[in-house]
Every structure is written in structure tokens, then in C-alpha cells.
């Protein structure tokens, strides 16, 4: 990581984010395969129950909305892990926090019985949380050094734990029924097929504790972004701070996984994206990781709903092709 800076005032930035994303949070709701009319909205809004009112407001807009958080929440929690750890592969998946919250979501789905719902939550929610804690655990604890932490030993650690993670995942799947097996390759790809806002307000629950703890250490990720021995000697505690970032981003993860499946690259690419737009003030980077992130996963789930209408496509899918290449790119730069 290296410093840019850039004669733009920061909360120019931070405006034309906010800009785009309120732009695809009004238009997005009116593109699929069901074409809309104002007039059934407006009469649906006015109390007169309506299909089109019903479709935008309980399918449609509920949709948008989860992916924009889950998208904004994935690459904020990128942008952190990266600076973290000076290294542009970090995010959720390479330190093996993504794969534990999935084996516990998909723990929670194996067993019915077990289910428990309270308010938005339900026991899908806890186990992924579980998941997460024990991933981030694991990682601590082999990367445990007298006196600090490695940053090398916890990306090595982490990416050891992802490929177990999907190697359980498997075998837990050679035991379910081939219904539960076509859902959890459904839930695999990653996607955001819900009706009504329950799983936005869990999410919201669940996940915005941890990117408010990752926003509140801006000022601490600018020290860290040149050296550790640099933020030692302005006062920041390193190793506080890594164990905050792990705590938020094993929050926001488990939260974005327990509703949307793993999705990838989002956390890895956008970072990136924003540093090469906005420079790297994190006051900046963070919530514009956010903004950008959300706005780009509901570019993409909704290209994954209309692309080959009435048929949808999982957004991670999208995801892959579209973010596989543009990070191949940012490598070529040498970001």
C-alpha cells in the first residue's frame, strides 16, 4: 500500500458514490422481467392492493436493497483486511472467514429441527456467526507469535482454512437429500431471492455493528496503510487493531454469508476500484468501498434477473465473470 493524493476534496468523492448508488436504488426496482406501471404502484401505495405494488415493493425493492448492504458491507470489510495486511488479496475468503460462516449457515439449513426464530434472526444466523468466530480463532491461533502477530503466517493460515472449509462443505453435501443438495448449490453461488425485509433487517442487525467498529479506525488503517513500525511510532495500537478489524469483518461476513451466500471478488476488487479513483485516505476509502461495493453487486444481480429473463442466473455468478477479469487487470497495473 502507498500513498496518492489527489487535489479533489474527499467529500466529492464521497457525493458521487452516494449519487450512484441512490440512482440504482430508484431505477433497478422498475428493470426485470415484469414490466411495471407507475399508475399500480401509486394505487398500491394509496392502499388499493395491486400486483405491480406487490412486486416492487415486497420483491423487488426488498432485493436491491440486500444487495446494495451485502455488496457495501463485503467490500468495506475488503478494504479493511487489505490495508491490515498490505496485500491486495485480502478479503473474507483468503482469510478463511467467509468459508467458516458458510459451513455454519450450512449447518443451520441441514437441521430443520433445530431451527429457532426470533424477531429477524433465525438459527442460520447464529451458526454462521459460530462459523466465523471459529475460522477467525483457528487463524489466530496458528498465527500466534511471541509479541505480535504475522501478517504472512495469518493470509497463509486463512486461505488453508478456506480450502478445508470447502472441502467439509462437500462432504456435508454427500449426505443430504438431492433436494437439500440442489438448494445448497442454489445457495452456493450466491443470491438475493427474498420476498418481504427480513433478512434486510437481520442483516442490518447483525452486520452494521462490525462495519461501524471497521469505520471507526479510518484514521488508524492511514498509519498502517505505509508500515506497522510507522503506526507504532504515531501511537497506534497494532495489535488492537487487528483484533477490532477481525472481530468487524467476522461480523459483517457472517452476516453477508448468512443471507446471500459466499459471494466473491466484490471485497477483493472494489477496494481497489476506489484507491485507483479517490486516492488512499481511508476516511474516504471505506465508506466509497461501501457505496461502490453496494451499488456494483445491484448492477450485477440485476443484470443476473434480466439477462435471460424469466430465468435468473445467481449473482455470484456475475460476480466471477465480470470481477475475475477486472482484478486480473488491477494486477497488470501492479495497484
Avoid at 22 to 30: G, H, K, R, T, Y
Avoid at 102 to 127: D, H, R, T
Amino acid at each position: 500500500m502507498h500513498s496518492k493524493r489527489t487535489s479533489i476534496p474527499a467529500h466529492v468523492f464521497i457525493l458521487i458514490y452516494l449519487l450512484l448508488c441512490i440512482a440504482v436504488l430508484l431505477l433497478l426496482p422498475w428493470i426485470g422481467a415484469e414490466k411495471l406501471s407507475w399508475e399500480q404502484v401509486l394505487l398500491h401505495l394509496q392502499g388499493d392492493s395491486t400486483a405491480d405494488g406487490l412486486i416492487l415493493l415486497r420483491q423487488r425493492l426488498p432485493r436491491i436493497l440486500l444487495a446494495i448492504i451485502t455488496g457495501g458491507a463485503l467490500a468495506m470489510t475488503g478494504a479493511a483486511l487489505q490495508v491490515l495486511f498490505r496485500n491486495p488479496l485480502a478479503e473474507p475468503w483468503t482469510l478463511g472467514i467467509s468459508g467458516g460462516a458458510a459451513i455454519g449457515a450450512f449447518a443451520g439449513q441441514l437441521f430443520p429441527a433445530i431451527n429457532i426464530n426470533l424477531g429477524p434472526f433465525n438459527s442460520v444466523q447464529g451458526f454462521a456467526l459460530l462459523g466465523a468466530a471459529g475460522a477467525m480463532l483457528l487463524v489466530w491461533s496458528f498465527a500466534q507469535r511471541p509479541g505480535t502477530i504475522t501478517t504472512h503466517t495469518l493470509l497463509l493460515a486463512g486461505v488453508t482454512i478456506s480450502i478445508v472449509s470447502g472441502g467439509i462443505m462437500m462432504l456435508m453435501a454427500y449426505f443430504v437429500s438431492p433436494f437439500q443438495l440442489v438448494s445448497f448449490h442454489r445457495w452456493m453461488m450466491g443470491g438475493f431471492d427474498v420476498i418481504g425485509y427480513r433478512e434486510v433487517v437481520s442483516l442490518l442487525v447483525l452486520g452494521l455493528p462490525g462495519l461501524l467498529l471497521l469505520g471507526s479506525m479510518a484514521r488508524e488503517y492511514n498509519h498502517l496503510a505505509f508500515s506497522e513500525e510507522m503506526a507504532l511510532g504515531h501511537g497506534v495500537d497494532v495489535a488492537r487493531v487487528q483484533k477490532l478489524t477481525f472481530i468487524g469483518a467476522g461480523l459483517a461476513t457472517a452476516a453477508c454469508v448468512s443471507v446471500a451466500g459466499p459471494i466473491g471478488f466484490i471485497g477483493m476488487v472494489v477496494p481497489h476500484i476506489v484507491r485507483n479513483i479517490s486516492g488512499y485516505d481511508y476516511r474516504v476509502v471505506l465508506p466509497g468501498a461501501f457505496l461502490l461495493g453496494g451499488t456494483l453487486l445491484a448492477v450485477c444481480d440485476g443484470i443476473a434477473r434480466t439477462v435471460i429473463a424469466p430465468t435468473e442466473i445467481p449473482a455470484g455468478i456475475i460476480t466471477a465473470i465480470i470481477g475475475g477479469p477486472v482484478f486480473l487487470y488491477l494486477l497488470a497495473r501492479k495497484d
